[in-house]
């Protein structure tokens, strides 16, 4: 046999495929993937048509970006807590204050997967 072209240098760094879950998924059974609508979290990277990876059995914390619950309508905005709210990452939008009794926090932003090809996020 003999190669038509040059052989890649890629080639002497491979150890096999790649496998995606163990790269980004901690708990599978707790990992999610969801894909976001709108420009709200714009500034901390996060895109209308992006897909974020989300675990529910991380534990929220000051600063960490959140799914939540809000009147009954999924969002996604980084947790604050003092004073406690939702705060997005694009100035056009306002903060969302969390009342005394609280807003169920549905799982912490883990990975954000940003498509650069178009129509690659399968979004029509």
Not at 85 to 90: I, Q
């Amino acid at each position: 046999m003999v190669a038509a072209g040059f052989p890649s240098p890629a080639e002497d760094h491979y150890d096999g495929p790649l496998d995606l879950d163990k790269h980004l998924i901690r708990n599978p059974a707790a990992t999610y993937i969801l894909r976001v609508t709108g420009w709200s979290m714009r500034d901390a990277g996060i895109s209308d048509g992006d897909e974020i990876i989300v675990d529910r059995s991380l534990r929220a914390a000051d600063g960490s970006i959140v799914v939540a619950i809000v009147d009954t309508e999924f969002t996604v905005k980084t947790l604050r807590t003092r004073p406690p709210r939702l705060e997005p990452a694009n100035p056009e939008f306002p903060n969302i204050p969390i009342p005394e009794g609280g807003i169920e926090i549905w799982g912490v932003v883990t990975t954000v997967i940003h498509h650069v090809f178009p129509g690659a996020s399968g979004a029509r």
